[in-house]
């Protein structure tokens, strides 16, 4: 196909050879970053969302196996899970027909940006502004012709085994999770070509009462994660260690633990205290050894500054 | 990070036509089978969810940031945009992926990257200028060459990585996309179109000057190291 001079085509084809892939860590790094900004657009809209539930969901999800097997991944995903942005009725995901594996799934049906459609139980449910600009500075200007909004299905595969578990445990959690919508995905079925919308109606618990502010604490989390993150990328440590420290007993007890942990690290290594960053990260490693952090902070603060920016933004 | 904008309208949609997960030689050998066979979609439309979008193309679009003249500090980031974007838009994409059986998951990925790119660059030229009277601010990203060199850089210093990479770094940023997408990707002339939203006969003409740019480099460096090595 290619009509390009021998020369060149060897470069090409010498340089393919060579080339890095894409690192492990790097991967789940990126992919934890994209779920987590995409749960702040969510969160940021979610006024009537259940984080009480997500924390759940993490630590639901965190003890089943995932295609993915990193913790970290695994809590972002349940955090998605759980995060359902309008009261009452949510779409269920169409069945996620596949042949290679007859797993069950998790379902987690997450709406990104405010619906226009009036929820359908009784409680009426305001859009709220959006709280987290960068993510939803990143929302695509759509067409007249697109709907504002749609359904984004995450799918946790699980193997079999693990998913009468799942059922048995996002049960349990789910009652306590207010008008969070969890969906177990039947066993594969032909459905393929049903568009989302049209899907049936997922398993729709009654509103509870106490989740409103539990979303408002994880979009806080967020924000205020994200302010720590923007304060070491500007350099400026001593406020982001000022800011962990003004918050840290919410931030660094909550679903984001992980990242505020790693932040404070980030900050003292920045700062030059070397001691107090290496205790530090021995009780990270200690506290999430199977973290995708870890394998960074494992490298001391050279390696942590020498691996770009913190996590999580 | 601030926010790139992505004009969403304009991405081509389509089905996958080839599996990645097998014809790629980047392709990581640890994701786990069931994402590569959810990527297998080469036999008709089947529901695609993000995780294993991801997990079958972030390699894809790792290294066609970098080829495309993406920092090592920024490919992350860059990655990030992209699949911000795939996550909002992967719905539509298998809304109307039977509409427009030409395309494939690779050049509507390689058109949210080029835009997403083209806005990263747009912003770091932004950011020099504005900088320029500044004091350099403690960038991580700027932090990384002074240190010793991560496995993945060492790997990347692999001499026709090197020198490829210097090549696509001067080449023009039309050319560079339309070579990148086919001479390293491979990528069919309609799928180029659809990625670079131009025509057809656009990605031909410029995939030959293209194509002459980049031999033209490698013919003058050759002649060089001749020289040196006299």
């Given amino acids: 196909m290619s009509e390009l001079h021998p020369g060149a085509r060897a470069l090409i084809d010498a340089a393919k050879r060579g080339e890095a892939s894409l690192p492990s860590d790097a991967r789940a790094r990126v992919h934890r970053s994209v779920l987590r900004r995409a749960v702040a657009v969510g969160a940021a809209v979610a006024t009537t969302s ?10 639901l999800v965190a003890t089943l196996s995932s295609p993915f097997a990193i913790p970290g991944v695994v809590s972002v995903v349940a955090g998605v899970a759980f995060l359902v942005l309008r009261a009452g009725s949510v779409p269920q995901g169409p069945p996620r027909p596949d042949p290679a594996t007859p797993a069950h799934s998790i379902a987690h049906v997450v709406r990104s940006a405010p619906s226009p459609i009036p929820p359908t139980d009784a409680t009426p449910v305001p859009p709220a502004p959006a709280q987290e600009p960068a993510p939803a500075a990143l929302a695509p200007p759509l067409s007249g012709a697109t709907p504002p909004s749609k359904p984004v299905v995450f799918a946790a595969r699980l193997p079999p085994n693990l998913a009468a578990q799942s059922r048995t445990v996002a049960a349990a ?69 000022s800011l962990l420290d003004r918050e840290g007993k919410g931030l660094e007890a909550g679903p984001l633990a992980e ?28 506290t999430w050894p199977a973290s995708p952090l870890a394998l960074r902070l494992r490298g001391g603060c050279e390696a942590l500054g020498a691996n770009s920016k913190p996590e999580g933004d | 990070m601030t926010p790139i ?42 529901p695609l969810t993000f995780d294993s979008v991801y997990h079958s193309y ?57 835009r997403v790119v083209r806005a990263h660059r747009r912003q770091a030229r932004r950011k020099d200028g504005a900088g320029q009277n500044a004091p350099p601010s403690p960038e991580p990203d700027t932090l ?30 039309a050319r560079r996309e339309v070579l990148v997408l086919s001479e390293l990707e491979e990528l069919s002339a309609p799928e180029i179109a659809q990625a670079l939203q131009v025509n057809v006969n656009t990605v031909s003409w410029r995939l030959r000057t293209a194509r002459h740019e980049f031999e033209r480099m490698v013919l003058k460096r050759r002649a060089v190291e001749a020289r040196s090595a006299r």
């Fill in chain 2, 58 to 114: 972030a390699p894809f679009v790792w290294r066609n940031a970098r080829r495309l003249g993406v920092s090592h500090g920024a490919v992350e980031d860059v990655m990030q945009e992209v699949f911000l974007v795939v996550y909002r838009r992967l719905p539509d994409f298998e809304e109307r992926a039977p509409l427009t059986p030409l395309t494939s998951m690779r050049a509507w990925l390689s058109a949210i990257l080029i």
């Fill in chain 2, 5 to 46: 904008e992505t004009p969403m309208a304009s991405y081509p949609l389509g089905v996958e036509t080839r599996s990645d997960a097998h014809s790629d030689p980047h392709s990581d050998p640890r994701s786990p089978p069931v994402i590569a066979a959810q990527a297998r979609v080469d036999a008709g439309p089947q």
């Fill in chain 1, 173 to 241: 959690a789910v009652p306590s999770a207010g008008p969070a919508a969890v969906a177990i995905e039947p066993p594969a079925t032909s459905l393929a070509d049903e568009p989302l919308h049209s899907a049936p109606a997922a398993t729709t618990l009654a509103p509870g009462p106490r989740t409103a502010p539990a979303a408002a604490d994880l979009a806080g989390d967020l924000d205020r994660l994200r302010q720590v993150h923007a304060a070491l990328r500007g350099g400026r440590s001593e406020e982001a260690l």
């Fill in chain 1, 259 to 286: 990242e505020a942990q790693g932040g404070r690290i980030s900050a003292l290594c920045q700062l030059g205290r070397l001691a107090d960053a290496r205790a530090a990260t021995a009780r990270f490693v200690a």
């Fill in chain 2, 144 to 173: 990384i060459d002074r240190r010793s060199p991560s496995p993945l850089e060492a790997a990347e210093r692999d001499e026709a990585v090197q020198e490829l990479y210097a090549i696509l770094s001067r080449m023009n940023e």
């Fill in chain 1, 50 to 59: 259940t984080a009480s539930a997500v924390s759940k969901a993490a630590a």
